[in-house]
Each structure stands twice: as C-alpha cells, then as structure tokens.
C-alpha cells in the first residue's frame, strides 16, 4: 500500500507493471484479484467511492462493481467516461491492470 502519515498526501504503490502480470500468470488469476483489493483502497483513498469489494464473488452484483471502480478509475484519473472505462475493463479485461497501474504509477511519481 502506498505510505502516507497524517496530513500527508496519499500516495499510490508504484507496481512494476511485468511484476503484476507475472504474479498474475504464476497464481493462476488470484493475484488479480488480491490487486483490485489494493487499487481500490488506493483510488478510495485519492477520493473514489467504490464499493466492498465483497461484490466481486456476487453474480450480477460484481457488473455493478466493476462500474463502480471503473467510475472512481475516471474519477480519480480525470480522464475519458466512467462507461467507456466499464466496457473496456469488462471486455478486455486483460488489459485492465496496465491501464488502472500504469496510472497509478504517474500519481505516485508526481506525488
């Protein structure tokens, strides 16, 4: 998780970007899902509100989820619709850590 103490601005973990798909790859799809834990609580903490992330496991509920990140993605990002993140991220889902660590990692430089 990214370090920040009181009054500090919060700062994302910088990823290495072949670092995560590896551990991707070599776990069988579970660190993807240990890495939307902490992007998560990295965008909430940059001002997103997405949701538990309990509501990934739910059928149905984890469409609404992944709107949710992709809307606090746009948010936090400043950048393209919340929809136009959604429906990359639901169909390409594969290119999705590249693009949320990619900009994370420009927030954690800058910050």
Do not use: D, H
Not at 43 to 68: E, F, Q, V
Not at 69 to 90: D, H, M, R
Request: glycine fraction near 6%.
């Amino acid at each position: 998780m990214g370090a920040t103490t009181p009054g500090q601005k919060k700062v994302p973990e910088k990823r290495s970007l072949l670092k995560v798909y590896a551990l991707i790859f070599l776990t069988f799809g579970v660190y993807f899902y240990l890495w939307l834990v902490w992007t998560k609580r990295e965008l909430n903490a940059l001002g997103a509100r997405i949701p538990t992330c309990w509501l990934i496991i739910i059928p149905i509920a984890n469409i609404y989820w992944l709107y949710k990140y992709a809307e606090g993605f746009a948010q936090v990002t400043k950048k393209e619709s919340a929809v136009l993140y959604f429906l990359v991220f639901w169909l390409f889902t594969i290119v999705m850590p590249a693009i949320v660590q990619s900009e994370l990692n420009k927030i954690a430089e800058e910050g």
